[in-house]
């Protein structure tokens, strides 16, 4: 009898230990994922080239090089990394599809500082996001910032890129995703040459479609800025995957706050306080949606996630951006310049 006990005993013992090594590999796993979203992925900046086919375009325009950016919020890349992988792209044009500024991050110097050094042979070509009209800048003031770093603001409006005797067309809109974009107001005066438009969010798409655009360019989606394969299709599990990540973010923080004495980095630790706190009442369940795991587009629109889409004749491309929102962190959706070399047809 003593003998069984003994055996039994000896079996518990060693299946706790399995349950406790099981429940450290799986703690210490996840705790790895969230450092490498918070801390690694958000600065591997990566370069996608696309060759986008246009009928019709002049042949001067061959080979043009379109080079994009999106949603910065703010966001500083180390040892001057951004400025030197686009300029090193040596673009004829730099496009930067909206919400380079937010609620949160309001220093209207970083237009000048972060966007003045870019270089592009036609000119460089802003549009407004969603997050400019929260930010509590006024709009004559950004619209300065702009024009000081030598950047062509399109306000429901276009520009003119002439070649030696051909051109095409940058069409540029305010945002859709809330409702201020006037595609009709923005084509004014363009003609049968190949159009390009410019927009923060693809709830765009029908119209462009409708007006037969060549190419849209946009971004606002974030690629989903953290993409846990099948979680999208599942409401509920993501709302409760946000929380987790939340404190989880939260926890970090303070461990590198206190190890680290990390201060640049966690001067946004309030906000994630208020941020959980906000999550956690019953009333922000009903942000959930645009809170993580989301593009963030009206219904009808979440296809739209990030890459190269045929609709119609019109082409869009869906570009991931290079800061983040709600977390500092971003998960198999790294922050991405895209370049559009155009070919004729």
């Known amino acids: 009898m003593k003998k069984h006990n003994f055996s039994m005993f000896k079996s518990l013992k060693k299946l706790i230990f399995w349950i406790f090594s099981f429940t450290l590999i799986v703690?210490?796993?996840?705790?790895?994922?969230?450092?490498?979203?918070?801390?690694i992925e958000p600065q591997k900046l990566t370069v996608t080239n696309v060759d986008i086919t246009i009928p019709g375009?002049?042949?001067?325009?061959?080979?043009?090089r379109i080079v994009q950016i999106s949603d910065l919020h703010g966001k500083v890349f180390s040892d001057n990394k951004l400025t030197d992988q686009i300029n090193k792209l040596n673009p004829d044009i730099l496009v930067i599809?909206?919400?380079?500024?937010?609620?949160?991050f309001t220093d209207i110097t970083y237009i000048e500082r972060v966007l003045g050094p870019l270089q592009a042979k036609y000119g460089k070509f802003f549009v407004y996001g969603n997050n400019e009209y929260t930010s509590k800048l006024s709009r004559k003031e950004m619209d300065a910032a702009y024009k000081k770093a030598g950047v062509t603001v399109l306000s429901n409006s276009n520009f003119r890129v002439g070649k030696k005797g051909g051109h095409l067309w940058l069409v540029g809109v305010e945002d859709p995703n809330t409702g201020r974009e006037r595609l009709d107001k923005a084509l004014t005066g363009t003609d049968i040459a190949?159009?390009?438009?410019?927009?923060?969010?693809?709830?765009?798409?029908?119209?462009?479609?409708d007006k037969k655009i060549d190419l849209v360019l946009v971004g606002h989606t974030h690629g989903g800025q953290i993409n846990i394969p099948g979680l999208a299709e599942r409401p509920a599990l993501k709302d409760k995957v946000n929380l987790v990540l939340i404190k989880a973010n939260l926890l970090l923080n303070r461990v590198l706050?206190?190890?680290?004495n990390h201060q640049d980095s966690l001067a946004n630790?309030?906000?994630?306080?208020?941020?959980?706190?906000l999550y956690s009442s019953r009333s922000a369940k009903l942000l959930s949606s645009e809170l993580m795991f989301s593009n963030n587009v009206q219904p009808g629109f979440e296809q739209y996630n990030a890459g190269l889409?045929?609709?119609?004749?019109?082409?869009?491309?869906?570009?991931?951006?290079?800061?983040?929102?709600?977390?500092p962190m971003r998960l198999f959706a790294p922050?991405?310049?895209?370049?559009?070399?155009l070919i004729s047809r």
Not at 57 to 64: D, H, K, S
Not at 97 to 104: A, E, H, I
Not at 269 to 277: G, S, Y
Not at 309 to 323: E, S
Request: proline letters at 5%; zero cysteines.
């Open 27 to 39: 703690l210490a796993a996840f705790i790895s994922l969230v450092y490498y979203a918070h801390e």
């Open 57 to 64: 375009l002049p042949r001067q325009f061959a080979g043009l």
């Open 97 to 104: 599809t909206g919400d380079v500024l937010d609620s949160r």
């Open 194 to 209: 190949p159009r390009i438009l410019l927009a923060h969010s693809p709830e765009i798409i029908n119209k462009a479609r």
């Open 257 to 260: 706050k206190f190890i680290l």
């Open 269 to 277: 630790l309030d906000l994630w306080n208020d941020q959980l706190a």
């Open 309 to 327: 889409f045929k609709v119609g004749d019109t082409a869009m491309y869906v570009n991931r951006g290079l800061g983040e929102t709600r977390l």
């Open 335 to 341: 922050p991405e310049i895209s370049v559009f070399t």
